[in-house]
């Protein structure tokens, strides 16, 4: 019986890894034009201790995605904060 339960937990942990395929950066670039940083809604972080290879911050600005140097982050959590408090929107026209 536990031999049962364990193989069915092992086919449904690996049906849920195998069909996920991580987007990882391969990359990342150290300076953005304020433009683009602007239009940054969200960011995630990336650690080279999962899946990928690298740390990174992954920027999403509209329907696009960016890979950026962890660095940026300290200043993405400012710029985040101050287009919440202030209301600004996520263009380049709003600075």
């Known amino acids: 019986m536990e031999l049962l339960v364990f193989g069915i937990l092992l086919s449904v942990t690996f049906s849920a890894v195998q069909g996920v395929t ?22 995630e ?24 140097t962890p660095k940026l982050q300290r200043f993405l959590q400012i710029l985040l904060k101050l287009k919440m408090r202030h209301g600004l929107k996520t263009t380049a026209s709003a600075v």
């Not at 991580?22 to 960011?43: A, D, G, H, N, Q």
Request: proline share 4%.
């Open 45 to 68: 972080v990336q650690t080279s201790h999962g899946a990928c290879a690298i740390d990174a911050l992954i920027l999403h600005a509209r329907d696009q995605r960016y890979c950026a």
């Open 22 to 43: 991580p987007r990882c950066c391969v990359e990342t670039i150290k300076r953005f034009p304020l433009e683009i940083l602007m239009k940054v809604s969200k960011y």
